[in-house]
C-alpha cells in the first residue's frame, strides 16, 4: 500500500493533518484511480473541504469499534452539500468487533445515511489486519472507475480548463509546481494559463497527472503542473488554475441554498460564516434574497459576499460553516459570479436567477436574454458560465460589438424597449413643446438608465431605422415632433447662419451676433435657442454658438487624434490640431463629454465607439 502521511507530525501522531496523495491502477483499462486521503478530525473539516470538491466518488471511513463520531456527522454533511452522490461507506477495523457489534454499527451508519446524497450506498465491512474486504472493496473501486470511463460524453459547448489548488511547492531543476484536482476542461503543455484570483499569467511547463508524466491531463484527473514565470510564495491553496477565456475573481455571488437539515436554528441574511469554494476558505457574509429567513432543510437563493476575492463559475458548489469553522450549515450551487450590489432582490434579478437554474447552458442564455429588459454581454456570460466559445446568440436578437464585449438584447425585451422609448419620448414632447426633444445622454436617463451605453446607441439606431423615432445631431424626437420657426425667426436665422460659419472653430456669441445682425438681442437669443434645439446649431456653453458644419469639422478632428492615440486625447492635442486657446479647447471637448462622443476619464478624453454622431460626413 502507499502511506499517505507525508508529515512527520502526522507519522508521530498516527493521524492525518494535512491531504495526502495515492493512486491505484484499473487491471485491462489502462485507467487509474486517485485517491485524496483527507483528515478526520473535527478541527481539520476545512482541510477535508479542500480536498473533497473536486472529487467523483466519496469513501467515508467508520471504524467499527467507535462508530458514527460527531466528524462522520459533519462529513457526511459536507458531502450531502457538495452533491456527492456516488460513494461508499467503509467499515474499518472490523476485525476488533464481534459480529453483534459489526451489525449495530453497520445499521447506525445506515440510519445516519437517510436523508443524504449517499443514502443508497453501499456498506463495505473491510480489515486491514485480516485482509477481510479489501478485494471487495476493490473490485467496487475498479467497477466504478470503467463505469466512469465509459459514461464520459464530451460536454456542449466545451467546458474551459480549471484546477483548484490545493498545494503549491518548488521542486529542484522544475520551479513552482502546484497541485490538484482538474474540475474541467483539459491542459497541454506549453499552454498559457491564470491564476485566478491574481490574474498572473503562468505558463505550463511540465504536466503530471495521475502521478504520470504526461502531455495532456483532463478533467476528473490528479494533476501537478509545473509552472513558469511565477514563484511558489505568489501561489496559494484555493487559487485556481484556469484557462485565460474564463479567468475572473468575484467577492459577490449569487447562489442557491440549502440549510442543512440537522441545523438547530434557522439562517438568517446578514450571517456571518466561513466560504468554502473549490480548495479556498474565505470569511464572507450571506443575504438571503428571496425569503427572510432559511429554516434546516429549505433553499433560497442567496448572495454570498467575501472578504477577499476568489474563483466562482456557474455550477461550482460551495460549503457554509459558521463564522468560528465549528460545524457545517448550509450548501449550494452558483448561479451568478457576478452579482450586482443593487437591485439584488427585485422580482426581474430573481426570475433572471431562475433562468440561471435552466439545465443547459442554451437553455440559460434563451431564458435569461428574453426577459432581460438592458441585454446581455455574450463574452461575460461565457466567461460566469465557464465555457470556451459563446454560445449563439438567440435568434432575431440586437447586437453590438463594444471592444471585448459582445451585447445582446433579445427580440422580446427590444420590443418592450421600442415601445417604452417611444411612450417616454411622446411624454417629453408633451412636457416640453418647444424643444426638439431630449439629447441622447438624457434620454437614456429616462427610458434605460441601466442598458450599457454601447446597446443603447444600437437600439436608438434601430429604431431609427424602424420610423420610432428620429436621430438630429445629439436630440432624440418623434418624427411627427419638430421644433417650427416663425417667419421672424427664420429671417433673423438666415441672416445669423454666415457670420456663425464665418466664427469658425472660436464660435459665435449670441450678442456678438445681435450687433453684426442688426437684430434685437432678446429675439436673437430666442432664435438661436430654438435652432439648437432643432439640432441645427450646437450651444457650447452658455450664449456660445457653433454651425453644424463647424462643429462636425471638431468632431472630425477629435475623432483623427483619438483614433491615432489609442482611442483617447488630451486638451492640449485638441488645441494645437485646432489653433484655438486653452479655455476654449476644453469647452468644446466638454461639450462632446455632454452629448455623448467623448467620456473624460481623469486628464484624458476618451472617444466613444459605439457613438455615431457627425459621422454622417466623415
Known amino acids: 500500500g502507499v502511506d499517505t502521511d507525508r508529515l512527520p507530525e502526522e507519522k508521530k501522531r498516527g493521524i492525518s493533518i494535512e491531504l495526502g496523495y495515492a493512486f491505484l491502477d484499473v487491471p485491462e483499462s489502462g485507467e487509474r484511480i486517485g485517491f485524496v486521503d483527507v483528515p478526520g478530525h473535527e478541527r481539520l473539516v476545512h482541510t477535508m473541504l479542500a480536498g473533497a470538491s473536486g472529487i467523483d466518488f466519496a469513501l467515508l471511513l467508520v471504524a467499527a469499534d467507535d462508530g458514527v463520531m460527531p466528524q462522520t456527522r459533519e462529513h457526511l454533511a459536507v458531502l450531502s452539500l457538495l452533491c456527492k452522490e456516488r460513494g461508499a461507506v467503509v467499515l474499518t477495523k472490523a476485525d476488533r468487533v464481534d459480529a453483534a457489534q459489526l451489525d449495530a454499527v453497520e445499521l447506525e451508519v445506515r440510519q445516519l445515511l437517510q436523508g443524504s446524497t449517499l443514502a443508497q450506498a453501499l456498506i463495505v465491512r473491510v480489515s486491514a489486519q485480516t485482509g477481510q474486504g479489501v478485494d471487495a472493496l476493490r473490485e467496487l473501486l475498479w467497477q466504478e472507475a470503467r463505469f466512469r470511463a465509459a459514461d464520459q460524453v464530451p460536454v456542449q459547448p466545451a467546458l474551459a480548463f ?69 514563484d511558489k510564495d505568489a501561489v496559494h491553496r484555493g487559487d485556481w488554475l484556469v484557462d485565460s477565456a474564463v479567468a475572473l475573481a468575484t467577492d459577490r455571488f449569487d447562489v442557491t441554498l440549502t440549510l442543512w437539515k440537522d441545523e438547530e436554528k434557522p439562517l438568517r441574511s446578514g450571517a456571518r460564516v ?124 440586437l447586437e453590438r460589438r463594444d471592444g471585448d464585449a459582445h451585447w445582446i438584447l433579445a427580440a422580446t425585451p427590444l420590443k418592450a424597449v421600442l415601445a417604452h422609448l417611444a411612450t417616454v419620448l411622446a411624454s417629453y414632447h408633451e412636457q416640453h413643446p418647444d424643444e426638439l426633444g431630449p439629447v441622447n445622454s438624457r434620454l437614456r436617463r429616462l427610458a434605460q438608465p441601466r442598458m450599457p451605453e454601447a446597446l443603447w446607441q444600437a437600439v436608438l439606431e434601430h429604431a431609427e431605422q424602424q420610423g420610432i423615432l428620429q436621430l438630429k445631431g445629439p436630440f432624440v424626437h418623434l418624427p411627427e415632433h419638430g421644433v417650427r420657426l416663425s417667419a421672424t425667426e427664420e429671417r433673423v436665422a438666415q441672416k445669423a447662419l454666415p457670420h456663425l460659419l464665418q466664427s469658425g472653430a472660436e464660435g459665435a456669441w449670441a450678442r456678438d451676433l445681435a450687433k453684426l445682425t442688426a437684430e434685437p438681442e432678446p429675439l436673437l437669443r430666442a432664435t438661436l435657442a430654438r435652432l439648437a434645439r432643432r439640432g441645427e446649431l450646437h450651444q457650447v456653453v452658455k450664449d456660445l454658438y457653433y454651425a453644424g458644419e463647424i462643429m462636425r469639422d471638431l468632431a472630425h478632428t477629435v475623432r483623427r487624434l483619438a483614433e491615432a492615440q489609442d482611442g483617447q486625447l488630451q486638451a492640449a492635442d485638441f488645441r494645437d490640431a485646432t489653433g484655438l486657446g486653452r479655455k476654449r479647447a476644453i469647452q468644446i471637448l466638454e461639450y462632446f463629454d455632454r452629448i455623448g462622443l467623448l467620456r473624460r476619464v481623469g486628464d484624458v478624453h476618451k472617444l466613444r465607439t459605439d457613438c455615431s454622431l457627425f459621422q454622417e460626413s466623415a
Open 162 to 230: 480549471r484546477l483548484a489548488i490545493d498545494r503549491s511547492f518548488t521542486l529542484g531543476g522544475t520551479g513552482t509546481v502546484v497541485t490538484g484536482t482538474i474540475h474541467h476542461g483539459s491542459v497541454r503543455v506549453g499552454d498559457t494559463l491564470s491564476l485566478v484570483p491574481s490574474m498572473k499569467q503562468v505558463r505550463v511547463r511540465s504536466l503530471h497527472a495521475q502521478n504520470q508524466p504526461v502531455q495532456q491531463a483532463q478533467a476528473g484527473q490528479r494533476c501537478a503542473v509545473a509552472l513558469a514565470g511565477i
Open 274 to 397: 466561513q466560504v468554502h469554494l473549490g480548495a479556498a476558505s474565505v470569511p464572507g457574509t450571506v443575504a438571503l434574497l428571496d425569503a427572510e429567513q432559511l429554516p434546516p432543510g429549505g433553499a433560497a437563493k442567496a448572495q454570498i459576499i467575501t472578504r477577499t476575492p476568489l474563483g466562482a463559475w456557474h455550477g461550482d458548489r460551495v460549503v457554509l460553516r459558521d463564522a468560528s469553522a465549528t460545524r457545517t450549515m448550509a450548501g449550494g450551487q452558483v448561479l451568478d459570479p457576478r452579482a450586482p450590489v443593487r437591485y439584488r432582490r427585485t422580482p426581474q434579478r430573481l426570475a433572471l436567477l431562475a433562468a440561471l437554474q435552466q439545465p443547459s447552458v442554451t437553455a440559460r442564455l434563451s431564458e435569461y436574454s428574453e426577459i432581460n429588459p438592458n441585454g446581455m454581454d455574450l463574452r461575460n456570460f461565457s466567461r460566469s458560465q465557464g465555457i470556451l466559445q459563446a454560445p449563439t446568440r438567440p435568434e432575431d436578437a
